[in-house]
């Protein structure tokens, strides 16, 4: 029998997953309480009940619909009680700016739910397009999270000779780092010394969770973002020189800052609490020239997604 699967999104050609052309599951849910992520609706179980308010015509229509209170709609004003939402979708099939565009109307619940097989069955006629110039990226959330998911859909991918790639933030327990034995072609390591100011320190755990992966026959890239306050003060760039001296790491690569990264606070109605999000160009050249003159090699994108590399 297959296994349950929740995602919140597929991206078809992804550029930054990965080596090649990626197709990019992003399951829902994370461990993690990153102060800059980008996707803040990935965090829960569910993402809450997306509602974008520029192209909201204040009809009224999903409030007469709607059996829990959640919307208030007046002329000029449209409040949400997310909390009491249970995410029938009532209201997104009557809101006249939404039932057009499912995904990306008005109103949206990002949330699916598949069995594997049916999510595989899917992505297959994409995953024959980029099979020779990609493969399949499990992103999120924290994939690993929904572990039986995880290892089914890797041996279906590898089962129809899919290069694999694993994205994880290295915060998670031992067990879902288990039973990846020849399913992962690439991680993608995240390295979170900390999310959230220095209060949080994960190293032990990002050390650990690293000699886990390193028993695999896998290629391991870590991945550290760009973020302004975080990565790039000097607490966090000697923790991160020092791991990679550990471990005899010649290549790192940066994730770039994601500029739009209010969007989808204002849509999921999430509080905003990183301050510097405007100041990543000046982060960006701090990490670039730190790791350079400590001899690491920086890869660029056009590297990462060279396909030489690809083993399946
Ligand atoms: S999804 Fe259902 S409960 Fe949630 S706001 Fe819409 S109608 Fe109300
Ligand atoms: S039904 Fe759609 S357009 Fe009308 S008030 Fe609700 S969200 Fe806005």
Redesign the pocket.
């Known amino acids: 029998m297959s296994n349950e699967i929740k995602y919140f999104d597929i991206a078809y050609n992804s550029i930054y997953d990965g080596q090649g052309i990626r197709v990019v599951v992003y399951f829902q849910g994370c461990n993690a309480d990153c102060i800059w992520c980008h996707s803040p609706h990935s965090r829960l179980k569910i993402s809450p009940i997306l ?1 974008n308010e520029e192209k ?8 007469q619909v709607c059996e829990n209170n959640v ?1 208030t ?1 007046t002329k000029d004003k ?1 409040i949400l009680n997310r909390k009491n939402c249970n995410y029938c979708g009532k ?1 997104i099939l ?5 039932y057009d565009f499912l995904d990306i109307g ?2 949206s619940l990002p949330t699916k739910t598949n069995t594997v097989k049916e999510l595989f069955d899917k992505l297959s006629p994409h995953l024959k397009l980029v099979k020779k110039t990609g493969g399949i990226t499990l992103g999120g959330g924290e994939a690993l999270l929904q572990s039986k998911a995880c290892k089914e859909l890797l041996m279906l991918s590898k089962s129809f000779g899919i290069n694999t790639t694993v994205e994880t933030s290295g915060l998670l327990e031992d067990e879902y780092y288990k039973g990846l034995d020849g399913l992962v072609d690439t991680f993608l390591f995240g390295m979170r010394f900390t999310t959230n100011y220095k209060e949080n320190d994960y190293t032990d755990r990002v050390y650990r969770s690293y000699d886990l992966l390193s028993k695999y026959n896998s290629e391991i890239i870590p991945r550290i973002p760009i973020i302004r306050g975080h990565t790039d003060t000097n607490w966090y760039l000697k923790k991160s020189l020092e791991f990679l001296q550990k471990h005899n790491i010649k290549k790192i690569y940066l994730n770039p800052f994601n500029e739009n990264i209010k969007h989808y606070y204002n849509l999921s109605g999430i509080e905003f609490k990183f301050e510097n999000d405007k100041m990543s160009a000046v982060a960006r050249g701090k990490m670039i020239n730190f790791f350079k003159n400590n001899g690491l090699e920086i890869v660029n994108k056009k590297e990462f997604m060279s396909e030489k590399k690809f083993s399946r």
């Open positions: 509602f909201c015509i204040h009809c009224g229509l999903c409030e919307h709609v449209h209201c009557a809101c006249p700016m939404t008005v109103l």
